[in-house]
């Protein structure tokens, strides 16, 4: 457990980033800084996520000292629905602004995290793990809408 929680840090300042920074290019892109919002979403997820794995470090400490994890327990759901909640608001702040700029399957891509966030939430070991799967969906929308915008921007640099 303490590997993986320890290889996840290497991933939290990837979604934060990737959150952040697509966010910051479709305010540019649609010119409101509102956007913006949704991005820092992605960063405080990620923060949560440091916090939860810390949590789940002290929890595998005690374990193996045969303390009592039930401080810990009682405190972990909270950075863990607070990183879960925020990931799939961002989605929908990914979904709506790809329906603005008229990128429709991007858009379907992104809304399965939000709409199932509350039934995940209202059944966290049942529902929740294929509900919390499906923000990687929003994020690979994201990377596709980063990359085809590259990709053209350096296509027409190229042309002129």
Not at 103 to 126: E, K, N, S
Request: with cysteine; proline share 6%.
């Amino acid at each position: 457990m303490n590997t993986g929680n320890a290889l996840d840090y290497l991933l939290m300042p990837a979604y934060g980033l990737l959150t952040l920074s697509f966010f910051f290019g479709v305010a540019r892109e649609l010119d409101a800084p509102v956007w913006r919002l949704f991005g820092w979403m992605g960063v405080v997820a990620a923060l949560s996520d440091a916090v939860e794995n810390a949590i789940m470090f002290q929890m595998v400490s005690d374990f193996v000292s045969g303390a009592d994890m039930l401080g810990e327990m009682a405190v972990l759901p909270y950075p863990v629905w607070l990183k879960f909640g925020l990931l799939a608001a961002s989605c929908g702040g990914a979904a709506w602004a790809f329906i603005i700029m008229r990128r429709y399957l991007l858009a379907l891509l992104c809304l399965p995290a939000p709409l199932l966030f509350v039934p995940g939430l209202l059944d966290p070991f049942g529902l929740a793990p294929s509900t919390t799967t499906t923000i990687g969906l929003g994020w690979l929308a994201m990377a596709l809408h980063a990359g085809t915008r590259w990709y053209g921007a350096r296509g027409m640099a190229a042309a002129a």
